[in-house]
């Protein structure tokens, strides 16, 4: 399994005209690893993630993941194409404030429709039992501090076992030790044979990645 990120090129209308935030980025990545996107704002880090998670179609260049092209894909097998390969974690969580932590957990195995729901449900407990939110589970996001609610949705990410793991900042707002339960999750999800990428602002991640690809400003 392989990610191949070849020459993707991006740019946004601007009230000043064409605005280019990716000019030309390849790399490849093997399963197991983990790497690091770094770069300060506005540089592109969320743009190349979303590229890469199949949601936002590049001006040119190619995206490769396991073998297939997703944007060569129809919008709805696209669709079924992210659910079931790519987990996301976003840098705002994107929690559901009107579902409590097991519902928010569960809730992107409801959309997809998944048949083994009894199997995700008791994996799903058991994610929010070692990532020590089982006195949380019944609570709405509100109730929760913003430890508490990234970890909620790395487990919604992690819940059905996707090949690639995009997280944005990750442990952007997050305490020492909250950072260090996100970090040493994800790296035993590349242990076992996964693809983690997180975009950061944080340098200190770099030192534990497999890979660096650092974006400066064009």
């Known amino acids: 399994m392989m990610l191949i990120v070849n020459n993707i090129k991006k740019s946004f209308d601007s009230p000043n005209g064409k605005?280019?935030?990716?000019?030309?980025?390849?790399?490849?990545?093997?399963?197991?690893?983990?790497?690091?996107?770094?770069?300060?704002?506005?540089?592109?880090?969320?743009?190349?993630?979303?590229?890469?998670?199949?949601?936002?179609?590049?001006?040119?260049?190619?995206?490769?993941?396991d073998s297939q092209n997703p944007y060569q894909l129809s919008n709805n097998k696209r669709a079924e194409f992210r659910?079931?390969?790519?987990?996301?974690?976003?840098?705002?969580f994107h929690l559901m404030p009107y579902l409590n932590i097991s519902e928010n957990v569960s809730l992107p195995a409801i959309a997809s429709n998944v048949d083994n729901e009894k199997q995700l449900y008791s994996r799903a407990q058991t994610l929010i039992?070692?990532?020590?939110?089982?006195?949380?589970?019944?609570?709405?996001?509100?109730?929760l501090s913003v430890g508490e609610k990234q970890r909620v949705a790395l487990i919604r990410a992690l819940l059905c076992q996707p090949k690639l793991i995009l997280a944005d900042e990750p442990t952007g707002n997050l305490d020492e030790d909250n950072a260090n339960i996100v970090i040493s999750k994800l790296r035993e999800f590349t242990q076992?044979?996964?693809?983690?990428?997180?975009?950061?602002?944080?340098?200190?991640?770099?030192?534990?990645?497999?890979k660096h690809i650092a974006l400066s400003p064009k």
């Not at 659910?83 to 705002?92: D, E, L, M, R, Y």
């Not at 039992?129 to 109730?143: A, F, I, N």
């Not at 975009?199 to 200190?204: L, Q, S, V």
Request: hydrophobic share 45%; charged share 20%.
């Open 19 to 65: 605005l280019t935030v990716l000019n030309g980025i390849s790399f490849e990545v093997s399963a197991g690893e983990l790497v690091v996107i770094s770069g300060e704002s506005g540089v592109g880090k969320t743009t190349l993630l979303l590229t890469i998670g199949a949601l936002l179609v590049p001006d040119d260049g190619t995206v490769i993941f």
């Open 83 to 92: 659910a079931k390969n790519i987990g996301f974690i976003f840098q705002q």
């Open 129 to 143: 039992d070692e990532l020590g939110l089982s006195e949380r589970k019944y609570h709405l996001p509100e109730q």
């Open 192 to 210: 076992q044979g996964g693809i983690a990428i997180l975009a950061t602002h944080d340098g200190r991640l770099a030192e534990l990645a497999d």
